[in-house]
T-cell receptor
Framework: GAVVSQHPSRVICKSGTSVKIECRSLDFQATTMFWYRQFPKQSLMLMATSNEGSKATYEQGVEKDKFLINHASLTLSTLTVTSAHPEDSSFYIC???????????FGSGTQLSVL | QQQVKQSPQSLIVQKGGISIINCAYENTAFDYFPWYQQFPGKGPALLIAIRPDVSEKKEGRFTISFNKSAKQFSLHIMDSQPGDSATYFCAASRDRGSTLGRLYFGRGTQLTVWP
C-alpha cells in the first residue's frame, strides 16, 4: 500500500524554539495533505488542510501564525510549530490523499515535547 | 462541538468474542464513514470504510453496519483476538474530491481482548 513518511518521530525542544515536522508521500503524489493533533488518550483533531502550491486552510481555533504549513511539492508538506510552548506538546499526525476522490493514508505521527 | 460521538470509551472482550463499537453523527452532509485502528505511538490505520448507499460492509472479521435514518454506524469485530487490543476511532467526512481527509473523529474506544 501507499506509504506516508513523517519525520521526526519524536522531538524534544525548549520553550520558545521552532520545530519543523515533515510529511512525505513516498510512492504517490498527494493532491491534498492534512494535519491533525492528538492529546494523550484523546481524539484526533483536524488542524488544517493543505494543497500543493496554495495556502493552507486552517480549522476554526487553530492559529495560522503559530502552526505554519507549507506544501511545496506534491510529495512534501511541512508543519512548523513556531515559538513552541509546553501547551503545544502533543502528537502531530499528517495524512495524504492520493487524488481526487481517492484514498487517504496516515503518517506514523510525531510526538512533540516542549520543555 | 463533537461532530461524531463514539461509545463505549473502553471495552473488554474475551478472546473469540464479538466487539461492538457505536458511533453517531449529526451532519447529514457526511458521506464517508471510516474506522481506524491505532496502536500507542503510531498513526491510525484504516480498517474499513462505508458510504451511505449501503447498510453493511464486511471485510474479513470486521463489519460496519450503517443506519442512515438514525445517523448511526457501528463496527463489529468478530472472533476478537488479543492482537486486536488497540484504540479504535470512527470518523466522518464529506467526500467531495479533496475533502475526503477532512475527517471528524470520535473520541476513541480502548479495546482490550483478554485470552
Amino acid at each position: 500500500g501507499a506509504v506516508v513518511s513523517q519525520h521526526p518521530s519524536r522531538v524534544i525542544c525548549k520553550s520558545g524554539t521552532s520545530v519543523k515536522i515533515e510529511c512525505r508521500s513516498l510512492d504517490f503524489q498527494a493532491t491534498t495533505m492534512f494535519w491533525y493533533r492528538q492529546f494523550p488518550k484523546q481524539s484526533l483533531m483536524l488542524m488544517a488542510t493543505s494543497n500543493e502550491g496554495s495556502k493552507a486552510t486552517y480549522e476554526q481555533g487553530v492559529e495560522k501564525d503559530k502552526f505554519l504549513i507549507n506544501h511545496a511539492s506534491l510529495t512534501l508538506s511541512t508543519l512548523t510549530v513556531t515559538s513552541a510552548h509546553p501547551e503545544d506538546s502533543s502528537f502531530y499526525i499528517c495524512s495524504a490523499q492520493t487524488g481526487y476522490n481517492e484514498k487517504l493514508f496516515f503518517g506514523s505521527g510525531t510526538q512533540l515535547s516542549v520543555l | 462541538q463533537q461532530q461524531v460521538k463514539q461509545s463505549p470509551q473502553s471495552l473488554i472482550v474475551q478472546k473469540g468474542g464479538i466487539s461492538i463499537i457505536n458511533c453517531a453523527y449529526e451532519n447529514t452532509a457526511f458521506d464517508y464513514f471510516p474506522w481506524y485502528q491505532q496502536f500507542p505511538g503510531k498513526g491510525p490505520a484504516l480498517l474499513i470504510a462505508i458510504r451511505p448507499d449501503v447498510s453493511e460492509k464486511k471485510e474479513g472479521r470486521f463489519t460496519i453496519s450503517f443506519n442512515k435514518s438514525a445517523k448511526q454506524f457501528s463496527l463489529h469485530i468478530m472472533d476478537s483476538q488479543p492482537g486486536d487490543s488497540a484504540t479504535y476511532f470512527c470518523a466522518a467526512s464529506r467526500d467531495r474530491g479533496s475533502t475526503l481527509g477532512r475527517l471528524y473523529f470520535g473520541r476513541g474506544t480502548q479495546l482490550t481482548v483478554w485470552p
